[in-house]
């Protein structure tokens, strides 16, 4: 049997944890590569580039450093001003978040800049869930930041990482929590695959956020 975790907060990637972000990105995508006179691409095409900061994915999907700033401009304009009411909740979001939020302070931590961040989660109802926790994003700089100094940023807040534990969906989100001592529970119903969230390290699997209420329980009294 582990130990109990004794947990103090729990930290939350943002796209394909809490949201359904892929309609809003591949549209936001879409219009940019339009913009830069490059063809469409599908959903599963986008889907492996929602979890690490835009101007990596960005490379990835045009191949062209110098276009770079270009394609990030453009996406953000879009982004901006259709990211609220393009973006889904996932399901369970409500009462999943208001359930743990009962017990331990949440916080999100995400690769996504904040200054979008807080008004998808207004949107959708839940900004409110996170005022013990807090909200924890990039800034609009085009520095690659990782997932780690992000989560970094939480565990200050939380006086330090002793006692956290990350829900995310990728294997940058085990990684960059890891790089702070703090276990991860990968999540299923996002981008990532049970393989990918099991080769970066995650130490627990859940289906979806409606399965994380009990598993949590279990992992903060040490029985999971």
Known sequence: MAP???????????DGVLIDSLPSILACMNYTLGRLGRAPVGANEVRPL????????ALTLIGEPELVP???EVYRERYAETCARETLAMPGLRPVLATL???WPLAVATSKA?????PILAALGVEQ????????????ALDSEGKGAVVGRACAAFGGSQGLLMIGDREHDVIGAAAHGIATV?????????????????KWIASDLYALPRLIERIDAGLA
Not at 4 to 14: E, I, P
């Open 4 to 14: 109990a975790m004794a947990l103090r907060g729990l930290l939350f990637d943002l």
């Open 50 to 57: 929602i979890g690490p900061p835009l101007e990596v994915s």
């Open 70 to 72: 270009r394609f990030v």
């Open 101 to 103: 939020g009962e017990r």
């Open 114 to 118: 904040e200054v979008f961040v807080r």
């Open 129 to 140: 869930c996170f005022a013990r926790g807090g909200i924890f994003g990039r800034t609009l």
């Open 186 to 202: 990968g999540v299923l119903h996002g981008m990532g695959s049970r393989e990918e969230l099991a080769r970066a390290g995650a």
